[in-house]
Nanobody
Framework: QLQLVASGGGLVQPGESLRLSCAAS????????IGWFRQVPGKEREAIAC????????TYLDSVKGRFAISRDNAKMTVYLQMDTLRPDDTGVYYC???????????????????WGQGTQVTVSS
């Protein structure tokens, strides 16, 4: 059974860093592209970043460019989201999601992802 487990969230102060992990099981991660999404109550879900099956293609939400970095280790079945210089508006529940891709490709369109993890809370506050 395909499963994604997001972890690494927490409470940090503005300017600090966190690294989120998305651990995959039940399938071969290398065949899938992965996205990270953020949900804040009362707001639309935001697509933060995505990474292609090889890791050669990545895309980011404009507001996180230069601060966040998505990466993957297919051997460890894990995708990471390194978040630096965190700001209060980065607060939210972060989800990872997966979809199979025959090509080296990714998308931040959440509707293209059939498999979702359970989310991890990130709170940035002084």
């Amino acid at each position: 059974q395909l499963q994604l487990v997001a972890s690494g969230g927490g409470l940090v102060q503005p300017g600090e860093s966190l690294r989120l992990s998305c651990a995959a099981s039940g399938f071969t991660l290398e065949g899938y592209f992965i996205g990270w999404f953020r949900q804040v109550p009362g707001k639309e879900r935001e697509a933060i970043a995505c990474i292609s099956r090889t890791g050669m293609i990545t895309t980011y939400l404009d507001s996180v460019k230069g601060r966040f970095a998505i990466s993957r280790d297919n051997a460890k079945m894990t995708v990471y989201l390194q978040m630096d210089t965190l700001r209060p508006d980065d607060t939210g529940v972060y989800y990872c999601a997966a979809d199979f891709a025959g090509l080296d490709y990714c998308t931040r369109n959440g509707f293209e992802y059939p498999y979702w993890g359970q989310g991890t809370q990130v709170t940035v506050s002084s």
